[in-house]
């Protein structure tokens, strides 16, 4: 009975030590992901006046997971998008945000059938609809 207790707890310590590799793993990833997309608005002046599809071609080591829209004043215009990068579970946590306002407003109506299509996700239809829009500012921010 002793014997069995001890490889237990052996075997429990170990357990704890993959956790905290794990826990660090995680944590450099994200850090990871918010330095390569900071590294796109501190060269935002590359992307402003041009499609939002050229932004999209040059994220090659990451694409946008979700689609949410920023509203104008009112909520009949969407004035920008907040693009995340992580699953729908996660979206409502800390996650990284790539903000980008559009030169001209998009009316909310446009917008919404993807948005009711698609819940949010970032598909190709989004890809397409958003990739002919102008850029007029972008933002990373945790």
């Known amino acids: 009975m002793k014997k069995i207790i001890l490889i237990y707890l052996f075997l429990l310590s170990f357990s704890g030590f993959a956790q905290k590799i794990n826990d660090n793993i995680r944590?450099?990833?994200?850090?990871?992901?918010?330095?390569?997309?900071?590294?796109?608005e501190v060269n935002k002046s590359k992307?402003?006046?041009?499609?939002?599809?050229?932004?999209?071609?040059?994220m090659k080591k990451i694409q946008p997971k979700t689609v949410w829209p920023q509203h104008g004043r009112y909520k009949t215009s969407i004035v920008g998008n907040r693009f995340k990068f992580a699953d729908m579970d996660f979206s409502f946590d800390n996650t990284?945000?790539?903000?980008?306002?559009?030169?001209?407003?998009?009316?909310?109506e446009n917008f919404k059938y993807y948005t009711n299509r698609n819940g949010f996700y970032f598909t190709q239809e989004e890809r397409t609809y958003l990739g002919s829009k102008i850029v007029k500012d972008i933002m990373v921010y945790r």
């Open 27 to 40: 944590v450099t990833e994200v850090l990871d992901t918010l330095n390569y997309l900071k590294t796109f």
């Open 47 to 58: 992307y402003i006046g041009k499609p939002f599809s050229v932004l999209l071609a040059d």
């Open 96 to 108: 990284i945000i790539l903000s980008v306002k559009w030169s001209e407003s998009i009316p909310y």
